[in-house]
């Protein structure tokens, strides 16, 4: 009954699997993703909320938005420091992408790097990249 | 009061407020985020392979599979192949069965009396609900721990998108100013995960013999499995968390060059050392089945034992009573009976 | 001995575990649930540790002084040498999934016979003593002291298991209860506390060949005194050959069969199948006197004695230049034979690979044990047509099978005993399918617990089996329960008539006796047990 080389086997696969993001990126470079913040949204200094809160709660807000466009007809976000803003993703210049005008340098940075597939484009054009 | 599972939920509370006290008011940041968790990989892959060496050095002195159903014998009699397996590759199909659809405890039944016109039945009806939540459970559990790969790998593979994607299958979603559910996408694994556990905890509770049986042993993985999962989805749907930060943290943790994000809560502290004390306590208790169920000797061996000689490594001669002390004893007697002995009467 | 309930007050049966836990619940050792203390001459003849007088009822067991030691040091040893026992020890979860598959639990509602209770009786202490979760948390983590009062727990519910390894079909991780009961009392024999009616036949088979102690003679004479019993009901004389050298398969079966009903019925069926062999085809069969025991109290006692009763078997088969062993209907006997005994005593390369020489049948199954059931032999022969059978005289039977646990979950003997049934019968059914084959239910008292101051325990452990037969019994009108286990047939006629009276018990070979037409046979008019054949009510007294 030699079963050891059998359970050496086993052990080894099951470390192998354990470990195997670090054997697997081991000294590879850490790459954060860096949006690129266009010129326009870099001299505005502000979005319709604190970055911290734009940061874990945009897709609440649109959703939010869409909803208040589409049922209510509402289109006029008013935000916390008085400024107004068109409740659009991607119509005109008071949108979002009015200012934030590359979806490849903004918002495909994070949500590639964590995975996010966000439906927005399933319905909506994507701006078209300056080249 | 049931002092086992009161315990073990204390030992829960406690666990989260270590974190939570350590990095909101200590700022032990690096402890919760780079130290223990490797410290824990670390147990936890040398305390697995000590624990299944240790299994491993005890041979298996006999071949003492459990058979489930009809043997290979005659040609002409229709055999279990898989529940009494004769062959190596049938032994393989039902080892696999056992370990990923549970089959043995998909067998379950519930015991009851029925009192008829003539007396007392006793049935036992098929019980399907442990053997469904125990699945429900393991393969959430599965499911959650390989979505968590995006926070691992760079680019984030294909077959985590697709898992990905199957996981929020179904889009649930409601959403006011104040509070909104559903975005970031559910996945429905998560909520399988809390469901099931909570049905694993509510059965042991509930049920006087399970309760009766149950350890603080049973009740704290439970409970600590349960925390995990509630502090995953609080912060994936209503607290939220800098999940950039989190991946930079763990993206450094594997590529073995840690970095500390600033902008990650302390709810995602309390995440990770919970799944920390998981890694450590796991090879140290009965969550192991895990490697044992493996090593199962009454599922593990093939059961044609008449036809193939199984080796005990220290089987040992021992004292018998030989025909000829028997005979001795006997002869005389026997000669009187007419029976055919060895040695004739001196 | 203790008085037995009314079957009405037993069934009564509460399966609610008290509020207060089971490690503060001390054992109560009950009358009627357990056996008397082994003999001490027993033990001595064996050699075995610690031989005295002791009753269970008394607060001093008469230990020695170094118990604990010697407790910890035999778990310590067979820690390292079963995997199964350490494997069990770590792995279970207690998902309770085992509980109600037990007969005891079933049958008394004590919650320490739930299977997954029983295991955690030792694994309490293995836990205080082998891991560190135990060391530092103790009962937090479920681990106990080794103390008197858990010994004695020990012993009261390791004698509450008939090792009949159902639990082991329901757990998720093949955990196998007879391996934790195997173990149990191993350890509880290094102290000398095994019970009477498990030393005492293992002596008597040491010594005299048997468990039953029948010397050579007695054996013959018995066997004699169903020759003319045979003679009476068919006019001739069977012949049967004792320690005969160079006969063709050596015939070992349990030696209950030799001296209680309705196992002698099942004797005698063997040797009428023998003479009818002998007759139409020669073959020659031989009866033992040495190896005059096929089951094995010694496996309800150690490995180590298991390996000393059993290698009775295989050094007779050499000694009488036999070719292969054809063994009895039995039902712990077969488990030993099927996982143990090759191992053990084996390798058996002086006897050839079995087979019928009358239809040709090589039994590649026991190509290495070189034993085969006598279920497949029939089989075998019947599917080959080489016997003539009259199913009709069975017609005032209605036949149901009870499948004994160690065939049925060690070794998977299940379509052949039925497949025998259906030809030597004509009226069979199957009880319901979750007591029956793999599921099957012991009898109550298995693994040496068919003694007679215990009958309460045997009737509440009997009580899953029996209710199943009532069903059938009411619903087909079942009469007789065939089973091919010795100790199913000394047993199952007590709980058939405290359960289910008006079904009796027989073996497998009395039915295909009653079938079997032997060559010059004078026209029979009783079946075995000379009671009238169908057709045959009103004619016997002319």
Known sequence: MNDKKWIIAGLLLFTVVVLSPVLWNAFKTPTPPE????????????????????????????????????????????????KEFNMSLSSGENSCIGCHTSKVEFCDKCHNYTSVRPYCWDCHNAPKEAM | MNVHYLFSLIAVVALCLIAFVGVEWLGLQALFGVVLPYAAVLTFVVAFWYRVWSWARSPVPFRIPTTCGQQKSLPW??????????????????????????RSLFRNTHMSFHETGTGVRITYRWEIWLWVFAMAFHYSFLVVLLRHMRFFFEPVPMVIQLLENLDSFFRIEWMSSVVGIGLPGVFVSGLVLLAAVTFLFLR??????????????????????????????????????DIVGVKSLVWGLVTLQPALPETVGSLFYVHLFLVTVLLVYFPFSKLMHMGGVFLSPTRNLTTDTRARRHVNPWNYPVKVHTYEEYEDDFREKMIDAGLPVEKEQE | MADLPKAAELIKIDHKPKAKGWMETPVNIRPGMYCYAANPKSLDYMGFPNVREWNPLDQDWKLPNNWKEILFEGIRERLGRF???????????????CADKCHFFIGTGDPKNMPVLRAELLRSVYRNDFTMAGKILGKIAGARPMTLDVLKEWWYYFFQCTECRRCSVFCPYGIDTAEITIMGRELLNLLGLNIDWIATPVANCFRMGNHLGIQPHAFKDMLDFFEDDIEELTGLRMG?????????????????????????????GYMMLFYYLKQEYGLDVTWSTYASEGGNFGFFTSHETMKRLNAKMYAEAKRLGVKWILGGECGHMWRVITQYMDTMNGPADFLEVPKNPITGTVFENARSTKMVHISEFTADLIRHKKLRLDPSRNDNLKVTFHDSCNPSRGMGLLDEPRYVIQNVCNNFCDMPPNTIRE???????????????????????????ANAVKYVQEKHGVNMLATI?????????????????????????????NALILPGEKERETDLRQEPLPGMEDGTDE
């Open chain 1, 35 to 82: 949006p690129v913040l266009s010129a326009k949204a870099k001299a505005a200094g502000y979005c319709v909320l604190a970055k911290d809160q734009m940061k874990a709660g945009h897709m609440q807000i649109l959703d939010v938005w869409r909803d208040a466009v589409v049922r209510q007809g509402e289109r006029v976000y008013k935000s916390t420091n008085g």
């Open chain 3, 83 to 97: 995997r199964s026992f350490k494997i069990f020890m770590d792995i279970c979860v207690r998902c309770g999934a």
């Open chain 3, 485 to 513: 286990c010795a100790v199913d047939r000394a047993a199952l006629p007590d709980l058939m008539k405290y359960w289910v009276p008006g079904v009796a018990v027989t073996g497998l070979h009395e039915l295909v006796a």
């Open chain 2, 77 to 102: 009699i229709n055999a279990a192949k898989i529940d009494n397996p004769t062959t190596t590759g049938a032994v393989i199909v039902r080892m696999l069965l056992e370990i990923f659809c549970f």
């Open chain 3, 240 to 268: 049967v050959q004792y320690n005969k050298k160079g006969a063709d398969i050596l015939f070992i079966t349990p030696s209950g069969d030799v001296f209680a009903d309705p196992g002698t019925y099942t004797c005698m």
């Open chain 2, 204 to 241: 042991r509770l509930l049920s006087p013999k399970i309760r009766y049986i149950s350890l603080a042993a049973d009740y704290f993985p439970l409970f600590l499995i349960m925390a995990i999962a509630l502090t995953g989805i609080m912060m994936r749907y209503f607290l939220k968390t």
């Open chain 3, 439 to 465: 599921n099957t239910f012991c009898c109550g008292s298995g693994s040496g617990l068919n003694a007679g101051e215990n009958m309460e325990q045997r009737m509440a452990g009997g009580l899953p089996r």
